[in-house]
């Protein structure tokens, strides 16, 4: 009886989590076709899986930006930056975000930091470093 349980077992759990894997490529599939809620609720249950899912977060961060929901866009991009330090996009978008909330100190700490390990945002952020510089001169 045990014997059968072990087997029941080693048959059912990988298929169970494999059924559960793809919901980052389902969110990315809705989010393509701009089918906002439906792409969160899916990078929401990838991260019910996967809670170290350094992607799932930047994606509800840019569902949040594009539906004006500040504070969760925040909220994820904090978690995106815990998760990886030097996820670019998180650091220029969160630095950006702290801008709009003329958290110019914040802002520009962000870009400073960004500016020692960019590789892709380079030129944006020093482009949006002379932005902070010169609305924090006013």
Do not use: H
């Not at 998180?90 to 958290?103: I, M, P, T």
């Amino acid at each position: 009886m045990k014997l059968l349980k072990i087997i029941f077992f080693i048959i059912l759990i990988p298929s169970n989590l494999s059924a559960n894997t793809d919901y980052f490529s389902q969110g990315l599939i809705f989010y393509e076709k701009n089918d906002l809620e439906k792409a969160k609720f899916k990078f929401e249950q990838d991260l019910v899986f996967n809670p170290k899912s350094e992607k799932s977060y930047l994606y509800l961060s840019r569902i949040f930006n594009i539906q004006k929901k500040k504070e969760l866009e925040e909220k994820n991009l904090n978690t995106v930056i815990l998760l990886n330090p030097k996820n670019e996009e998180a650091v220029f978008n969160l630095a950006k975000l702290r801008l709009d909330q003329s958290d110019y100190k914040g802002s520009k700490k962000l870009i400073e930091q960004l500016l020692n390990f960019c590789k892709n945002y380079c030129q944006k952020s020093t482009q949006l470093k002379i932005q902070i510089d010169n609305s924090s001169k006013k």
